[in-house]
């Protein structure tokens, strides 16, 4: 082992550092765009053992990327020339009144399994394997951010390491954490907001003419239900894709409700009073699924037929119709997006040829911008976006970015390379 595997074997156990070919799992990311090499990967078991090991880090200048599951679409948690931190082993779990601690390896489809009667309001396609660390780091978003909003809405409390060792926890924890991708310190435990389980899930998939019509059902359907919680746009370019499409042409918005209302049938009214060209309702629980199960399936059969440009576009939710519009228009496969309407933020998945990749990206982002969107939406900016970074309006945002990194990591040992801006509003 290298001298550095060795030290943190000490620190940490030698059975939870791994280097060389055992580290290959480690080094990429979802789409494998984007790959590196570590220096060692090591596995901490407690916030102790993360502490020990990020202080050894920092005293000598030895980069640290921390990762949980390894879901990032922007190599946002990939280590190149460093140590990968990787918090699978921090799973604790508690049930403490209408909230939960987990530590920060523990999976969302972990925590609202052990549930029961109560959930995190939270959902996201790779909910089986997204840790908590990495959801508070990227403050992660998800169809149902509509109504309830991103995780760091969630979050109560936070126990953060900081690269000195230093645990943060309470009110400056979580402005030192919440989307800041990593680069400040390690989350090694949260406390979550919960809320309870609705007896029935309802859901719905409606046809439209045009993106612009969509919004607007949107906003027709979210007034009429109170129950809303989220609305998913998929565009006509992934009709073949979304399995649970209706036969026929146009777009199409997934609506679903939580509600202790057995009767869909209001869901279904406030479709067509809204101006649905057509309406298909679920009927059962079997329905339900199989609609969402269509929309999580999008993202697996895009990265099968590509595997695409993952581009997240962040546009104020009136700009939708808009940025929707001109994408179609494009000739190079811009047209495969869906995503959170009512939330501004879509998923664009061009299939381009790697040396368009740029160009294309740097288009489709200035259009964003043009539109009074941001550079970075919910799945953050990694390492994917630091070219584009220079297109941002928002100046205040890097330079918050900034002077948090230089209060609690001077040494910039924490994900280098990664700029977070911090966003006030949208």
């Not at 570590?38 to 090991?53: F, G, I, K, Q």
């Not at 959902?123 to 840790?131: E, L, N, P, Q, W």
């Not at 230093?166 to 090694?188: F, N, R």
Request: hydrophobic share 40%; aromatic share 4%.
């Amino acid at each position: 082992m290298s001298a550095i595997a060795t030290d943190l074997g000490r620190i940490a156990g030698a059975g939870a550092v791994f280097e060389k070919e055992d580290s290959a799992p480690f080094e990429h990311d979802y789409t494998r765009r984007f790959t590196g090499r570590s220096v060692a990967v090591v596995l901490p078991e407690n916030a102790t053992t993360v502490a020990a090991v990020l202080s050894y880090c920092n005293d000598r200048s030895i980069p640290v990327v921390a990762q949980g599951g390894n879901t990032s679409l922007v190599g946002g948690a990939v280590p190149d020339e460093a140590v990968c931190l990787s918090t699978r082993r921090l799973d604790s779990l508690e049930v403490v009144g209408g909230s939960v601690d987990a530590g920060a390896g523990v999976t969302l489809a972990g925590i609202n399994d052990a549930l029961g009667q109560r959930e995190v309001p939270l959902d996201i396609g790779s909910r089986d394997s997204a840790t908590v660390g990495g959801m508070v780091a990227t403050n992660a978003g998800g169809a149902f951010s509509f109504r309830f909003g991103r995780m760091g809405h969630l979050v109560q409390d936070l126990q953060v390491i900081l690269p000195t060792g230093e645990s943060l926890e309470g009110d400056e924890a979580l402005w030192v954490a919440i989307g800041l991708e990593g680069t400040t310190g390690v989350v090694t435990r949260a406390r979550l907001r919960t809320v309870p389980r609705k007896a029935f899930r309802h859901a719905a998939i409606a046809r439209v003419r045009d993106p612009h019509q969509a919004f607007l059902l949107g906003r027709s359907v979210t007034d009429t239900v109170a129950e809303i919680d989220s609305v998913e746009f998929v565009s006509d370019r992934l009709v073949a894709m979304f399995e649970a499409a209706p036969s026929g042409g146009g777009h199409f918005l997934l609506f679903s409700s939580r509600t202790d209302d057995p009767d869909p049938a209001s869901l279904g009214r406030a479709l067509l009073d809204g101006g649905a060209d057509d309406v298909e309702l679920a009927q059962d629980d079997n329905q339900v699924l199989r609609m969402w199960a269509a929309r999580d399936g999008l993202n697996e059969k895009l990265h099968h037929a590509g595997p695409p440009l993952k581009l997240d576009c962040r546009v104020p939710p009136e700009a939708t119709g808009d940025l929707i519009e001109w994408l179609l228009t494009d000739e190079c496969g811009t047209g495969n997006v869906f995503g959170h309407l009512l939330e501004g933020n879509l998923h664009v998945n061009p299939i381009v040829a790697e040396e368009l990749a740029t160009e294309i990206e740097t288009a489709i982002i200035s259009k964003c911008v043009a539109l009074g969107g941001r550079v970075v939406g919910e799945h953050g900016a990694g390492r994917a976006k630091r070219h584009l970074l220079e297109l941002e309006t928002d100046l205040a945002a890097i330079e918050r970015f900034h002077a948090l990194k230089a209060r609690f990591d001077p040494n910039d040992i924490m994900n280098p390379g990664v700029v977070a801006p911090i966003y006030e509003s949208v």
